[in-house]
């Protein structure tokens, strides 16, 4: 090989590592920084890129996609001084690569130690309940400040997440022991309700039934008056007819009266339900002729009754005028038959 071959090889060589060092291809979601003879002077944006060869050099590769940060656990005292083990999960996004590149040493590192700083703050200034219960409250006053302070070196904080809160097993024990008291309570404090309104629905019930039974003997009651009224008014008016009887001299009636009243008593008295013996009075004999003398008084109106309807009624006979009629004598038999 003669000097002249290795000379177009040594230029060959040198145009492709010329042609390498110029050309840059980013990948998609990153940007390189480029720093000509140490200084910053551009950002590579994805795609085929071309810097000056020997003199500009790619400084810092950044993802510009969002990124997960675990924080790590600590442990925090909180205002009524309780202790509690807490750690997070940020998620961040570079929007500006040249601040992120050189703003800042560590940006993963500056970003870990602002969320623990600022997560001891913000829970020791809550007392443990607040703790346990407020852990949105917690998330939005981290994101607020980590985000506030990160601003300047490119980087956009979109979401911090307390993963998990501990405290010590002698609080979580005790917390226990509170929980299930405040659901027994609760429990005896429902039953003591449902006891409460079903008492309340059983007297309803029993104030409307005594109302509607209070109802029903008023109405019987009303409707008991109004039969001895109107029994009543039946007696005075037979009463009057007796006395009218009497003073036009029939006695008949007075007897009926005195013989109806005599059997009814009798007759209750025999149908007693207490009664397992009736005892007849001496004067039984006083009975049997008042009812001797009702039937004596009944056939005598029914023979009165028939002895007018026979004089009103014509005789066999007779016309109604009493006469009798012509009546043909009837034909006599020959004399041999």
Known sequence: MDGATIFVLALLVLALVTIFSGVKSVPQGREWTVERFGRFIKVLKPGLNLIVPYVD??????????????IPSQVVITRDNATVTADAIAFYQVVDAAKAAYEVANLQAGITNLCLTNARTVIGAMDLDEVLSKRDEINQRL????????????????????????????????????????????????QADGEKQGAILRAEGAKQSAILQAEGRKEAAFRD???????AQAEAKATQMVSDSIEA???????????????????????????????VPMESAGLLGSIAGIAEMTREAITTQAASAATTRPARGQNAAGTVPNVAPPPTRPAGT
Not at 225 to 231: G, K, T, V
Not at 251 to 266: E, T
């Open 57 to 70: 050099r790619i400084g810092r590769k950044l993802s510009m996609m969002e990124e997960v940060l675990t």
């Open 225 to 231: 008056a109004e039969a001895r009224e109107r029994l």
């Open 143 to 190: 994101l607020s400040v980590v985000d506030q302070a990160t601003s300047p070196w490119g980087v956009k904080v979109t979401r911090i997440e307390i993963k998990d809160l501990s405290p010590p097993t002698d609080i979580t024990e005790a917390m226990a022991r509170q929980m299930k008291a405040e659901r027994f309570r609760r429990a005896e404090v429902t």
């Open 249 to 279: 001299g029939n006695v008949n009636a007075l007897n009926y009266f005195l013989g109806q009243k005599y059997v009814d008593a009798f007759a209750q008295l025999a149908n007693a339900p207490n009664q397992k013996f009736v005892v």
